[in-house]
C-alpha cells in the first residue's frame, strides 16, 4: 500500500461548490503540506502543518483552508470553489530534522467549471 | 524573478544520449533536491544533497554553493527516463520547499 494517498484522485466539480480533498500517510510523519501545481509553474505550497496542533499558511493559502484531524491526516477544503482554482494538488509528509526529504501523493486532479 | 529557474524547459534526447538539466537558485539554501514526475503524475525524489556529488545508478547530481547552481546528469538515457524533472530547494531559515518549474525530458528510441 502507498504510504501517502490522496482522496478523490479526480474531481470535477461548479463554481461555488464546497470540495474537501483528502490526504492520509502511514509513514508516522509529523509534518505535512498540500501543495498545487498549475502548468508551467513549480509547486507551490498552499498550507503545511508540524503537528496536529500546527497549522500554517503558505503562500498561496488565500481561497483554501485545512484541518488537520489527526497525526495522520490533513485535508485541503475550498469552501467555494472557482475555476482557477482548477489544478493538480499534492499533499506531501516529512520527517523534520535531520530527514527533511519529503513524500508526496499520488496528487488529485480538480477542475472546477 | 523565480527564485529557483531550471533549463531547459523542455528537452528531447535520442536513446543513450548523456542528458544534462540545470537549475539555479537565487536565495540561502540548506539543501536542494531533485525529483522525477511520471506522467501519471506521481512525484518521487530522486536526490536530496547540500555539496558535491551523488550518484545513483545512471543519475548524478552534482551542486556548486558558491556558485548557486546544480546539475542532473543521466547517462546513458532510456525512454523510460521521460518525465518531469523539478529542482527544489529547502530554504535557509524556515526549512520550506520552493520549487522550479520543471524540465519536461522526452526521451526517443
Known amino acids: 500500500d502507498a504510504d501517502v494517498t490522496q482522496t478523490p484522485r479526480n474531481r470535477i466539480t461548479k463554481t461555488g461548490k464546497r470540495i474537501m480533498l483528502e490526504c492520509s500517510q502511514t509513514?508516522?510523519?509529523?509534518?505535512m503540506y498540500w501543495y498545487r501545481q498549475d502548468p508551467g509553474l513549480g509547486l507551490r505550497l498552499i498550507y503545511y502543518s508540524f503537528d496536529v496542533k500546527d497549522i500554517n499558511k503558505g503562500e498561496i493559502s488565500d481561497g483554501y483552508s485545512v484541518s488537520r484531524q489527526a497525526q495522520a491526516k490533513f485535508s485541503l477544503s475550498l469552501e467555494s470553489a472557482i475555476p482557477n482554482q482548477t489544478a493538480l494538488y499534492f499533499c506531501?509528509?516529512?520527517?523534520?530534522?535531520?530527514?527533511?526529504?519529503?513524500?508526496f501523493g499520488p496528487g488529485t486532479r480538480l477542475t472546477v467549471t | 524573478k523565480n527564485e529557483v529557474e531550471q533549463s531547459p524547459q523542455n528537452l528531447t534526447a535520442q536513446e543513450g544520449e548523456f542528458i544534462t538539466i540545470n537549475c539555479s537558485y537565487s536565495?540561502?539554501?540548506?539543501?536542494l533536491h531533485w525529483l522525477q514526475q511520471h506522467p501519471g503524475g506521481g512525484i518521487v525524489s530522486l536526490f536530496m544533497?547540500?555539496?558535491g556529488k551523488k550518484k545513483h545508478g545512471r543519475l548524478i547530481a552534482t551542486i556548486n554553493i558558491q556558485e548557486k547552481h546544480s546539475s542532473l546528469h543521466i547517462t546513458a538515457s532510456h525512454p523510460r527516463d521521460s518525465a518531469v524533472y523539478i529542482c527544489a530547494v529547502r530554504l535557509e531559515y524556515g526549512n520550506k520547499l520552493v520549487f522550479g518549474a520543471g524540465t519536461i525530458l522526452r526521451v526517443k528510441s
Open positions: 509513514k508516522g510523519h509529523d509534518r
Open positions: 544533497l547540500s555539496s
Open positions: 506531501a509528509t516529512s520527517q523534520g530534522f535531520p530527514d527533511y526529504e519529503q513524500y
Open positions: 536565495v540561502g539554501i540548506s539543501a
